[in-house]
DNA sequence: ACCAAAAGGTGCACGAACGAACCATTGACG
DNA sequence: CGTCAATGGTTCGTTCGTGCACCTTTTGGT
């Protein structure tokens, strides 16, 4: 191999990757992410401590650490004692309310990357045999997205359960944490800046078009639904990254 | 929102992810794929202790544990000085010769990840501008794999140095972390089951065509063409898997 | 009213991971 | 040959994370 000296480390500098989070911090992430996404609602309980450390993978303490940061935070509130639990208190706050700490890079990365693995996940959706519960629920979700229009913050909860719905309906835990990942940005984007009353009808529409050739089983169209769909949301950001 | 009963635990599920690996675990699993990928190559030196732990953020103990267990895996060896460090002493086994202990739906996974990362960092790259040094290396890796067609240790290495090249130039973090797990998984499938030989002079073609639409610029082009490069992987992998 | 079960709350011992400091080896250079 | 710097090797005290056992609270059912 004759390559040019640059190319010496290139490859290291670009996949060794730094550890930015102990096992704490992993388990706030990871719920505050399900509970801003709307995997679990306001008003929902989540599971009790010891299925849920079992799940996460971490010790209950821990678990009762991250719980208590998310208390803190007011994302949840707990009850001891039989029928209570941990339950979420949080709603999606105003459009522009919020800053967020990420960086612009990290921001237009996000963006690049929802770009490649929501498609794929509606393409591999469409592929799949999809059950009627499924097909209900899919289309359950674009319609709870058109129903919550009126109220920016619940919108958002409907919009985001939506895309990981779809995701999930690839049935590859490797897409569903992708596009989880990249929602979990998109959201605080969308916390940090306003967003503009106008986008929400043609959206909904770019959803049913999602919806349909998942349903129909055409990956190519569900593909491109969604690119297109992503470059629209992705258009109306980047202008505002800079 | 009036979803069916199933609806309640269905994002959860998908959502909520396990960890399954410490701190020491996972800084084994960085560096062994990253030997087994080629990102160091045999006779290769990693950096200094200290630079590396740092570059991967765990403590040196830590690191310094990992490579141990490297190297009783034979992946590198250690020498004390100046002048002394970690080398790698890693050559790609013969297909079929090492057992994978990942189960069937889990490499089916990261071959459909695979075919939507790949084709998506492909894409990216294409719309990237990309320099002259960034162009040759490009070249050159696609070169290096049809160098390597006699020797199949050593065309397994320049085949996934390739890919992650391709990856690289896409500049997104979170892409090239993407395919790098997929290219971790492809290489322990390749490593468990024989390779057919004649598919090796396919494979070069798509690699140039791969090249060719980057250089180009061509950012449809560029995923079709790995699109087409991983379904041919794919559809010989997935007979074996069952 | 009482009991049992569900669910959060607490404490403890141990191992993992951390950061810092220091030691030993090796080789380049004057 | 001696010195110094690079690099791996070792030790130590602290914090984090773990698994386990036990306690307290609360409520549903009898």
Redo the contacts with the bound molecule.
Sequence with gaps: MSAPVPEVGRLPAAVLRP?TA???ETTVEQLATAIRLGVFVDGEQLP???ELAERLG?????L?DAIAALRDSGLVT?????????VVTYTSPEPGSKPTSRRGAALADALDFRRVVEPGAAWLAARQELSADQRTWLVASADAVREAAQDTGAHRIADSRFHLAVATLSASPMLIESVTRAQAVLGEMLAAIPVLPRNIDHSCDQHDAVVDAVLRGDDDAARAAMEEHCDATSALLRGLIG
Tied chains: 1, 2.
């Design positions: 550890a102990n096992v704490f009790p401590e010891r971490v010790a209950r303490g821990t009762r707990t009850r001891r004692g039989r029928g209570g639990g941990t």
